[in-house]
């Protein structure tokens, strides 16, 4: 328990602090990672060299998942009770659904790192006896095909919305009681996954990072931005429209204390616009020089061509801007809607 700050009428308590907010980041963030180096993948067709965008995904899904889970067990009353969640499973709770889904995602997100780092694990002479084992099962799943993939993509989807669907679940919370909010986050984890990963891929991976498929990611958070920002528009309107106590709420949480502030300043201004704005002056540029590239050497095999001239220092403004709306958006969500009721 912790208390918010804030210029209301009392102080509420805080159920859930910052562990479960850098809990629901995270999550959002290792699925986003996940389906952007997925999505880099099959848009790379047969190539099984791995661009550095899914290597810096699959390197991210995993502890940030782990993570993820370990401030979620510690937030609770009796963390070395957590077992019994998966012992005593229940179908109606939201909670015993979604520890099975991250048993599951968390497991496969792993799987996929094995695959992806697969060669470097082999090369590791010194530790066969660990590792040797770990590539039998990373080898029989591998041929298993492009459906153990869908199931990746799809429980990493899954993780992504079921965080919304946590909050949702809360019918005394107005503005955490809305339909909108997995869609939310999902939306949100998906951009907060593809800066990052472009933010580890253009940092540890640049040399097998392929031009085709960094203007892939920007352009997918090109169109998940805006899309954030349409679905929030639409949550709030939705909560001014329902009327009485949702309006009321409403209205509080954009207007009141120093969330409002956040939400404003941070999750709009700093996370959603400014993003937009670089993205329309300096990357358009960076879009513009490889589109003409590739008109100007009509021979050019795009698939093997290798990031050169890349403005490194814009993109990771850019990416470190959408991460902190993230981030400040997670924390909104969650202490308004605890405050606000």
């Known amino acids: 328990m912790d208390q918010i700050w804030g210029s209301i009428a009392q102080y509420r308590e805080i159920q859930w602090g910052w562990e479960i907010a850098i809990y629901l980041l995270l999550a959002g963030l290792s699925a986003g990672a996940l389906i952007s180096a997925l999505l880099v993948k099959w848009s790379s067709g047969n190539d099984n060299s791995y661009d550095g965008l899914v290597k810096a995904g699959a390197l991210l899904a995993p502890p940030a998942i782990m993570i993820g889970q370990g401030l979620l067990v510690a937030d609770l009353g009796k963390p070395l009770s957590f077992w019994l969640l998966m012992v005593n499973f229940q179908f109606q709770s939201v909670m015993s659904i979604g520890v099975i889904m991250l048993m599951v995602y968390s497991g496969l997100s792993v799987l996929f790192a094995g695959i992806v780092f697969k060669q470097t694990l082999t090369d590791q002479d010194w530790a066969d006896w ?79 990072v392929k031009d085709h498929n960094l203007k892939y990611l920007l352009s997918l958070d090109n169109k998940l931005i805006p899309t954030e920002l349409f679905i929030l528009f639409i949550m709030f309107t939705g909560l001014f429209n329902m009327g009485g106590q949702y309006a009321i709420v409403a209205k509080q949480a954009l207007t009141i204390g120093i969330w409002a502030k956040v939400f404003w300043l941070g999750v709009i201004g700093a996370g959603l616009v400014l993003p937009i704005v670089v993205t329309f002056t300096s990357l358009h540029r960076y879009e513009q020089g490889y589109n003409a590239k590739i008109s100007m050497t009509p021979g050019m095999n795009t698939i093997n061509t290798v990031v050169e001239e890349l403005p490194v220092g814009t993109i990771l403004i850019n990416s470190a801007l959408v991460l902190i709306g993230v981030v400040l958006l997670r924390f909104y969500i969650l202490y308004a809607g605890q405050i606000f009721i």
């Open 130 to 208: 660990f590792f040797d084992p770990i590539i039998v099962v990373v080898e029989w799943f591998e041929k298993a095909g492009v459906w153990v993939e869908w199931c990746m993509c799809l429980s990493a989807i899954s993780i992504a919305a079921y965080t919304g669907f946590l909050l949702s679940a809360l019918v005394a919370k107005p503005l955490l009681n809305v339909p909108l909010l997995p869609m939310l986050f999902l939306v949100s984890g998906m951009s907060a996954g593809v800066a990052a990963s472009v933010v580890i891929g253009i940092t540890f991976f640049k040399d097998s």
